[in-house]
Protein backbone atom coordinates (compact mmCIF):
# COMPACT_ATOMS: atom_id res chain seq x y z
CA UNK A 1 0.00 0.00 0.00
CA UNK A 2 1.32 3.56 -0.89
CA UNK A 3 2.06 6.46 0.90
CA UNK A 4 -0.34 9.26 0.33
CA UNK A 5 1.20 12.01 -2.31
CA UNK A 6 -0.82 15.79 -2.16
CA UNK A 7 -3.53 15.13 -4.21
CA UNK A 8 -3.92 11.82 -4.36
CA UNK A 9 -7.72 10.68 -4.67
CA UNK A 10 -8.98 14.31 -3.98
CA UNK A 11 -10.54 16.59 -5.41
CA UNK A 12 -9.18 20.43 -5.14
CA UNK A 13 -12.24 21.12 -3.04
CA UNK A 14 -12.45 18.52 -0.73
CA UNK A 15 -13.20 14.89 -0.33
CA UNK A 16 -14.74 13.71 -3.31
CA UNK A 17 -12.46 10.83 -4.40
CA UNK A 18 -12.74 9.49 -0.96
CA UNK A 19 -13.73 5.81 -0.51
CA UNK A 20 -14.78 4.89 2.82
CA UNK A 21 -14.51 1.27 3.73
CA UNK A 22 -14.10 -1.34 6.76
CA UNK A 23 -10.40 -2.39 7.19
CA UNK A 24 -8.80 -6.05 7.06
CA UNK A 25 -6.06 -7.09 9.08
CA UNK A 26 -3.97 -6.86 5.77
CA UNK A 27 -4.58 -3.04 6.15
CA UNK A 28 -2.71 -3.09 9.22
CA UNK A 29 0.69 -1.68 8.38
CA UNK A 30 -0.69 1.64 6.49
CA UNK A 31 -3.16 2.22 8.90
CA UNK A 32 -0.75 2.01 12.10
CA UNK A 33 1.33 4.62 9.70
CA UNK A 34 -1.59 6.64 9.60
CA UNK A 35 -2.45 6.75 13.09
CA UNK A 36 1.62 6.73 14.34
CA UNK A 37 2.04 10.01 12.03
CA UNK A 38 -1.28 11.91 13.04
CA UNK A 39 -0.91 11.57 16.27
CA UNK A 40 2.97 12.87 16.35
CA UNK A 41 2.48 15.86 13.46
CA UNK A 42 -1.07 16.91 14.55
CA UNK A 43 -1.42 16.37 18.22
CA UNK A 44 0.98 18.35 19.49
CA UNK A 45 -1.62 20.77 21.16
CA UNK A 46 -2.07 17.64 23.14
CA UNK A 47 1.38 16.02 24.00
CA UNK A 48 3.63 19.09 23.49
CA UNK A 49 6.10 16.75 21.74
CA UNK A 50 6.88 15.21 26.11
CA UNK A 51 8.40 11.61 25.00
CA UNK A 52 7.00 10.42 28.34
CA UNK A 53 3.19 11.54 26.80
CA UNK A 54 3.67 10.87 23.19
CA UNK A 55 5.19 7.02 23.92
CA UNK A 56 2.53 6.10 26.18
CA UNK A 57 -0.15 7.32 23.06
CA UNK A 58 1.66 5.83 20.46
CA UNK A 59 2.13 2.22 22.79
CA UNK A 60 -0.97 0.25 21.15
CA UNK A 61 -0.53 2.18 17.43
CA UNK A 62 1.24 -1.47 16.53
CA UNK A 63 0.64 -3.30 13.26
CA UNK A 64 -0.55 -6.26 15.59
CA UNK A 65 -2.91 -4.52 17.69
CA UNK A 66 -4.63 -2.39 14.28
CA UNK A 67 -4.63 -5.83 13.51
CA UNK A 68 -6.96 -7.25 15.88
CA UNK A 69 -8.82 -4.32 16.08
CA UNK A 70 -9.39 -4.64 12.36
CA UNK A 71 -10.78 -8.25 13.61
CA UNK A 72 -12.66 -7.29 16.93
CA UNK A 73 -16.30 -8.26 17.20
CA UNK A 74 -18.57 -5.20 18.55
CA UNK A 75 -15.92 -2.71 17.04
CA UNK A 76 -15.86 -1.20 13.43
CA UNK A 77 -12.54 -0.37 11.87
CA UNK A 78 -12.87 2.07 8.94
CA UNK A 79 -10.32 3.55 6.29
CA UNK A 80 -10.78 6.83 4.40
CA UNK A 81 -8.75 5.61 1.14
CA UNK A 82 -8.09 7.74 -1.86
CA UNK A 83 -6.55 5.48 -4.54
CA UNK A 84 -4.72 2.51 -2.27
CA UNK A 85 -3.29 5.05 0.00
CA UNK A 86 -5.16 5.11 3.38
CA UNK A 87 -5.59 8.78 4.17
CA UNK A 88 -7.66 8.41 7.41
CA UNK A 89 -8.21 5.80 10.30
CA UNK A 90 -11.31 5.33 12.51
CA UNK A 91 -13.30 2.98 14.61
CA UNK A 92 -16.40 3.13 16.63
CA UNK A 93 -17.86 -0.03 18.62
CA UNK A 94 -21.28 -1.39 18.50
CA UNK A 95 -22.39 1.37 21.52
CA UNK A 96 -21.79 3.91 19.71
CA UNK A 97 -18.39 5.30 21.09
CA UNK A 98 -16.26 6.80 18.45
CA UNK A 99 -12.63 5.29 19.44
CA UNK A 100 -10.13 6.47 16.92
CA UNK A 101 -10.49 9.60 13.60
CA UNK A 102 -7.11 10.23 12.92
CA UNK A 103 -5.98 12.27 9.35
CA UNK A 104 -2.64 11.76 7.58
CA UNK A 105 -1.15 14.89 8.10
CA UNK A 106 -0.92 15.26 4.02
CA UNK A 107 -4.66 14.86 3.88
CA UNK A 108 -5.62 17.55 6.29
CA UNK A 109 -8.23 20.06 6.20
CA UNK A 110 -9.70 18.32 2.54
CA UNK A 111 -12.75 16.96 4.07
CA UNK A 112 -11.45 13.42 4.84
CA UNK A 113 -11.89 13.46 8.96
CA UNK A 114 -15.69 15.03 8.05
CA UNK A 115 -16.27 12.06 5.73
CA UNK A 116 -14.66 9.72 8.43
CA UNK A 117 -16.58 11.26 11.23
CA UNK A 118 -20.15 10.78 9.12
CA UNK A 119 -19.58 6.98 8.46
CA UNK A 120 -18.56 5.94 12.00
CA UNK A 121 -22.10 7.63 12.75
CA UNK A 122 -23.84 5.72 10.06
CA UNK A 123 -22.27 2.92 11.43
CA UNK A 124 -23.74 3.31 15.35
CA UNK A 125 -27.22 4.09 13.79
CA UNK A 126 -26.59 0.99 11.80
CA UNK A 127 -25.80 -0.71 15.02
CA UNK A 128 -28.93 1.07 16.59
CA UNK A 129 -27.32 3.59 18.72
CA UNK A 130 -29.01 7.02 18.65
CA UNK A 131 -26.04 8.62 20.61
CA UNK A 132 -22.71 9.00 20.07
CA UNK A 133 -20.09 9.65 22.39
CA UNK A 134 -15.92 9.85 22.35
CA UNK A 135 -13.01 12.19 23.93
CA UNK A 136 -11.52 15.01 21.74
CA UNK A 137 -8.30 15.76 22.40
CA UNK A 138 -7.57 19.60 22.30
CA UNK A 139 -6.61 19.21 18.38
CA UNK A 140 -9.81 18.41 17.30
CA UNK A 141 -12.40 19.73 20.05
CA UNK A 142 -13.32 22.69 17.30
CA UNK A 143 -13.60 20.25 14.60
CA UNK A 144 -16.14 18.20 16.63
CA UNK A 145 -18.05 21.44 17.85
CA UNK A 146 -18.59 21.80 14.33
CA UNK A 147 -19.84 18.39 13.50
CA UNK A 148 -22.59 18.97 16.03
CA UNK A 149 -20.83 17.37 19.12
CA UNK A 150 -21.69 19.05 22.73
CA UNK A 151 -18.99 18.39 25.54
CA UNK A 152 -20.54 16.34 28.05
CA UNK A 153 -18.63 15.73 30.84
CA UNK A 154 -15.58 16.59 33.03
CA UNK A 155 -12.34 16.80 30.50
CA UNK A 156 -9.81 13.97 31.54
CA UNK A 157 -6.72 13.33 30.52
CA UNK A 158 -5.23 10.45 28.42
CA UNK A 159 -2.02 9.11 28.26
CA UNK A 160 -0.70 12.11 30.63
CA UNK A 161 -2.20 14.65 28.33
CA UNK A 162 -4.28 17.77 30.29
CA UNK A 163 -7.00 17.72 28.14
CA UNK A 164 -9.44 15.41 26.78
CA UNK A 165 -13.07 16.36 26.25
CA UNK A 166 -15.78 13.95 26.62
CA UNK A 167 -18.54 15.06 24.15
CA UNK A 168 -21.77 13.50 22.87
CA UNK A 169 -23.92 14.43 19.74
CA UNK A 170 -27.63 12.51 18.93
CA UNK A 171 -27.17 11.03 15.99
CA UNK A 172 -31.02 10.11 15.81
CA UNK A 173 -33.33 12.12 16.31
CA UNK A 174 -35.39 11.63 19.43
CA UNK A 175 -39.22 11.33 18.92
C1 LIG B 1 -8.76 18.71 13.39
C2 LIG B 1 -8.92 17.52 12.46
C3 LIG B 1 -9.67 16.38 13.20
C4 LIG B 1 -9.78 17.96 11.27
O1 LIG B 1 -9.88 16.92 10.35
P1 LIG B 1 -9.49 17.19 8.81
O2 LIG B 1 -9.65 15.94 8.05
O3 LIG B 1 -8.14 17.80 8.80
O4 LIG B 1 -10.50 18.32 8.39
P2 LIG B 1 -11.89 18.26 7.65
O5 LIG B 1 -11.64 19.05 6.43
O6 LIG B 1 -12.53 16.94 7.54
O7 LIG B 1 -12.77 19.01 8.70
C5 LIG B 1 -13.12 20.30 8.56
C6 LIG B 1 -12.99 20.96 9.92
O8 LIG B 1 -11.62 21.02 10.30
C7 LIG B 1 -11.33 22.32 10.81
N1 LIG B 1 -10.50 23.00 9.82
C8 LIG B 1 -10.59 22.92 8.47
N2 LIG B 1 -9.62 23.64 7.90
C9 LIG B 1 -8.90 24.20 8.89
C10 LIG B 1 -7.77 25.04 8.93
N3 LIG B 1 -7.16 25.47 7.81
N4 LIG B 1 -7.30 25.39 10.15
C11 LIG B 1 -7.90 24.95 11.29
N5 LIG B 1 -9.00 24.16 11.30
C12 LIG B 1 -9.48 23.78 10.12
C13 LIG B 1 -12.62 23.00 11.00
O9 LIG B 1 -13.19 22.65 12.26
C14 LIG B 1 -13.44 22.41 9.89
O10 LIG B 1 -14.80 22.47 10.14
P3 LIG B 1 -15.60 23.75 9.60
O11 LIG B 1 -15.23 23.86 8.15
O12 LIG B 1 -17.02 23.41 9.83
O13 LIG B 1 -15.11 24.88 10.45
C15 LIG B 1 -7.56 16.98 11.94
O14 LIG B 1 -6.95 17.95 11.12
C16 LIG B 1 -6.59 16.66 13.02
O15 LIG B 1 -5.79 17.45 13.44
N6 LIG B 1 -6.57 15.43 13.47
C17 LIG B 1 -5.58 14.98 14.43
C18 LIG B 1 -6.06 13.74 15.11
C19 LIG B 1 -7.08 14.01 16.17
O16 LIG B 1 -6.91 14.83 17.04
N7 LIG B 1 -8.14 13.25 16.05
C20 LIG B 1 -9.20 13.28 17.00
C21 LIG B 1 -9.04 12.16 17.95
S1 LIG B 1 -10.38 12.24 19.15
Same mark, same amino acid.
Given at each position: ????? #????????????? !?? *?? &????????????????????????????? %????????? =????????? %????????????? @????? !????????????????? #? &???? *? @?????????????????????????????????????????? @?? #??? =???????? #??? =???????
Amino acid at each position: MGGFR #PGDGLSATGAANV !AI *RD &AAPDDAVAACRVLRESISCLCVADHRNDP %AILNAWLAN =KTPEIVAAW %AAQKGNSLLLAVG @GDAVL !AVGSVTDAGEITLNYVA #P &AARF *R @GVSRALLRALEARAVERGNKRCTLTSTETAHRFYQSAGYVDD @GV #PTG =KFGTSSGY #PMS =KQVVASR
